[in-house]
């Protein structure tokens, strides 16, 4: 398969740099790539070694852009058109020539640092939650482990319930500005609020948490794991989650909220109960 770039150029560009807030949503509007690249024959990666920056910029998705990038690859996992994308998982570095942590200019000969530490507990970054991240933590030597960001996890079943279904946006009451709902087939839903960056502000400034109820789903009534927030696979055993939406009768939110430049995720295959059974799917739902 053609390893395509250019598709997450195009992502970073609708969901971070740009400005005009009313055309959020032609983000859904993309349908390839680079031209004449047909979806079926191509994989798409979020990053790769060879487009790093010595500092944050908002411009090309890295660790260092922080809650922004992270947006950008939850997207990349819940938007259903790309056949095959590619995720991404490195290490933070001060310049882009260096190694991984452990390996430094003038070695010879060199050790990187292990991801697991002698407790056998992985020593990664935390998932951020501000763009772009601190300077010292941005700057740091050490495993970032993007792939291990809560919501990845999480979104792999959404990604294999969901992926290649229909996809239409959802009406959104209100003000609109800045967030953006689509359902994917008849039992998946995704919804996000645009960030802002803290170094390089767009002059929109805070959008705010989105607070969903009375949105019209058309979803089976429930109660939902928001699957973008977890850090490992949904698993039916769980009565909770950290973060909730509650469907009600007649497929609206009764209870639910997007984070300010974050995504939400929920689909019928991850619908909470008192953990006695699985919720019966209906027909047809993934």
Known sequence: HYRDVALRWKITNKLATEKNLTIFREVLNLDYGTFGVANEK???PIGFHDQRTPRADM??????NGLEYHQQ????????????IMMWSGF?????????PGCEHGQRKCAPLRVYDEAGEVSCMDTPTAAPLGEAEAQSRRWVCEHRWAGV?????FRKACRGLPMHILSINGNSTGRLAFKVGGG?????VKGTNLKTPQGYGHLGDW???GLATGLPAGRYCDVAQLAVRFDHSVTSCS???????????????????????IYTGARLTDGQEKPKRLRGEP
């Open 42 to 44: 191509t994989v798409y």
């Open 59 to 64: 411009e090309i998705g890295t660790y260092k």
């Open 73 to 84: 690859q939850k997207f990349f996992m819940a938007w259903p058109w790309a056949e095959r």
């Open 92 to 100: 933070s570095y001060t310049n882009i020539d260096q190694g991984p």
């Open 153 to 157: 996890a999480g979104l792999v079943g």
């Open 188 to 192: 998946c839903l995704v919804a996000l």
């Open 211 to 213: 607070n969903m109820k």
């Open 243 to 265: 973060r909730e939406v509650v469907i009600d009768e007649d497929g609206e939110v009764s209870s639910g909220a997007v984070l300010e430049g974050d995504l939400l995720a």
